[in-house]
C-alpha cells in the first residue's frame, strides 16, 4: 500500500470515529486567524483580496507540504501519520451529517430550536422558514458542503498524489517518490481548504475585498461540484438526476452548488427552494422528516464512495 492511500485510510477512520478536532485545534479555524484581518475596509480593496487569495492559501500549502516532506525524508511511516492528520483536518463528511441529521429530527419537534441550528449549516435568515423550509435547507446544505468539505480537498490530495507519484517526482529532501507524492497530495489539500475558507468568511456582495477570493473559489469548485453531483447520483441509483441538475443549475446564483443539490432534488424527488433566490424541483413537494433523512443517508454514502475511490486510486 502506497503511503498516499494510507493516508486516505487513516483519514476516513479518524473522521469516522472523532468528526473534526475540536475548535480550539482545528488547523482550520488557525487559517481563519490568519483571514481575520484581512476582513475590514481597504481603500484598494479588490487588490488587497487578489493577493490575499493567492499569498495565503500558497503559504498554508508550502508550509503543511513541506512538513509531511520532511517528517517523511526521516521517517516515512512518521510522514504518511502527519499527511493523514493534514487530510483528516481538510475534509469533514461525519459531523456535517451529525448536524444535518440534529436538524431535521428538531424540525418536527422545536422549530424554533431548529431554525437556530440550521446556522451551523447553512448561512441564510431561517426566523421565518417553515418547517419544510428548514428541511429544504438542511438537503441543500449537505448536498453543497459534500463538495467544499470532502470532494474538493479530497480529490486534490488524489489527483496531486498520483500524479507525482507517476513520475516518480521528488520534493524538497524526500528521495521516496511516495513521501513526495504524499507531501505534494497534502498540500494540494490544504491550498483547496484554504481558499474555500477564505471565500466562507470573505466572499460576500457586501465585502468588496473578497471578490478575487470568490471568484477563486468558483474556479476551484467547477470540477468538486460535479463530481459530487456525479456521486450523489451513483448513490441514489439514478443517473438521471444529472440532467434535470444541468437543467436547473443557472437558477442557482454560484455556478457549482446547483449541480450537487439540483442533483439530490431530482435524485429523491423533493423540492428545494431558498426563498427569492432559486426554487429546484417546483412540481414536487418540501422535503418531509423522512425525506431529509435520506437525503443524508445518500450523501453520506456518496462522501464513502468519495473516499473509497481516493483510496483506491492512490493505492493503484
Known sequence: MSLS??????????????????????????FGRLVAPFDREWSRPRLV?????????????????????????????AGAAVGALALFATTSLRR???????????SETDLDGARERLRALAGRDASDLSAGQVRSAVVESVAENLADGLVAPLGAFAVLAVAV???????????????????????????????????SMLGYRSKPVGWAPARLDDAVMWLPARASAVLIAAACLAP???????????????????????????????R??????????????????????????????AGALAYLGAGVATWV
Open 49 to 77: 483580496g487578489a493577493l490575499a487569495a493567492l499569498g495565503l492559501p500558497l503559504v498554508a500549502a508550502l508550509a503543511l507540504g513541506g512538513l509531511v516532506a520532511a517528517v517523511g525524508a526521516w521517517r516515512p511511516v
Open 165 to 199: 507519484e507517476g513520475l516518480g517526482a521528488t520534493f524538497v529532501t524526500a528521495t521516496d517518490p511516495s513521501v513526495a507524492a504524499l507531501a505534494v497530495g497534502a498540500a494540494g489539500a490544504v491550498w483547496v481548504k484554504a481558499v474555500n475558507t477564505m471565500d
Open 240 to 270: 438521471r438526476s444529472l440532467g434535470s441538475a444541468r437543467r436547473w443549475s443557472p437558477e442557482v446564483p454560484s455556478p457549482n452548488s446547483g449541480w450537487p443539490m439540483g442533483t439530490v432534488a431530482a435524485a429523491l424527488d423533493v
Open 96 to 106: 456535517l451529517l451529525a448536524v444535518a441529521r440534529d436538524v431535521t429530527a428538531a
Open 272 to 301: 428545494l427552494v431558498k426563498p427569492g433566490v432559486y426554487d429546484l424541483d417546483p412540481g414536487a413537494a418540501l422535503p418531509t422528516a423522512s425525506d431529509a433523512e435520506r437525503a443524508v443517508r445518500r450523501v453520506g454514502l
Open 5 to 30: 492511500a494510507a493516508a486516505v485510510g487513516v483519514a476516513f477512520a479518524l473522521d469516522a470515529a472523532l468528526g473534526e478536532p475540536p475548535t480550539r485545534l482545528h488547523p482550520v479555524a488557525w
